[in-house]
């Protein structure tokens, strides 16, 4: 197997949500997607004081996509309108797949904003196909003891949340085959990681510096692949931490108005009379 050459590295640009720091390495200026991949939003590191407001996510519609929350510290209190709820602690991942709509809340649980504490998330959108679009809402949480940490190499660690990898089954079944995991790579080790040819990858680096052949990516890096070889292969001298996965692109018109993405302006429009209409069910209560 050969592995991929970079195409390019692609710093993450800042945009704060009021006093969440925030980081977005895609869509950005010279990367709209990683198809299907679509948008990620890096929140922290930070730590927040006792008494404090919490996040902001607040109940807010979406409709034909997935939304994958990784937390990496602190915790998140999920809430929709499909009648899921759940409290994930760090090392846990949300997935969500809203399809033909639904309203969801993400906030700090009651005890996080009462003691404070450190803080760090990430939240990916996972585009979804023309004939998936408007399938029915589900979710699935996942702690961290859920999640299962592979070798990966040289004392790397593959946390797999979906997919299948050295005969291990990661805890979500995606509807449309993404491999999706977390890697840790401590000082000094390396990984080979799959990358199988004609699948778009998704690699950004949380944190740390690491190296693939003569190029490397730091902290707040999306590495960005040509489709050419099978495997990735990383190392760090410092240690590192990255969010990757493969997908099979999906090659369809993108449409996106908000929480909205379809494939054309009059199904961004439907969306919207639909939301409206109350069609998303009711708002999450008590949140």
């Known amino acids: 197997m050969t592995d991929r050459t970079i ?9 704060d949500i009021a006093d969440l720091i925030t980081r977005r390495p895609v869509p950005g200026p010279a990367v709209d997607q990683v198809d299907p991949f679509l948008f990620l939003n890096h929140h922290g590191p930070q730590t927040y004081r006792p008494g404090n407001s919490g996040l902001p996510f607040g109940p807010h519609p979406h409709r034909g996509f997935e939304t994958v929350t990784f937390i990496l510290e602190g915790s998140l209190a999920h809430m929709d309108t499909g009648g899921h709820e759940s409290i994930i602690h760090a090392g846990g991942v949300q997935w969500m797949t809203a399809g033909s709509g639904l309203i969801h809340a993400e906030l700090s649980p009651p005890e996080f904003k009462r003691d404070g504490g450190d803080m760090e998330i990430l939240q990916l959108w996972v585009n979804l196909p023309s004939t998936l679009k408007m399938t029915t809402p589900r979710y699935t949480g996942v702690q961290a003891d859920g999640i299962p940490s592979i070798p990966a190499g040289e004392g790397a660690i593959l946390h797999l949340v979906s997919g299948e990898y050295e005969g291990k089954t990661g805890p979500v079944d995606s509807l449309t085959g993404v491999f999706m995991s977390m890697v840790s790579l401590p000082a000094g080790a390396d990984a080979t990681l799959p990358a199988p040819k004609d699948r778009s990858v998704f690699f950004y680096v949380v944190r740390g510096h690491v190296s693939m052949g003569e190029a490397s990516a730091k902290s707040f890096d999306l590495v960005e ?3 050419d070889g099978e495997t990735i292969t990383v190392s760090s001298s410092d240690g590192a931490f990255l969010l990757f996965g493969h997908a099979d692109p999906i090659g369809e018109p993108v449409v996106a108005h908000g929480p909205f993405v379809m494939n054309t302006e ?10 409206q209409a109350g069609k998303f069910n009711r708002a999450p209560e008590n949140v």
């Open 266 to 275: 009059q199904e961004i429009r439907d969306a919207i009379a639909d939301y």
């Open 7 to 15: 195409k390019a590295v692609h710093a993450a640009y800042r945009d």
């Open 225 to 227: 692949f040509a489709h």
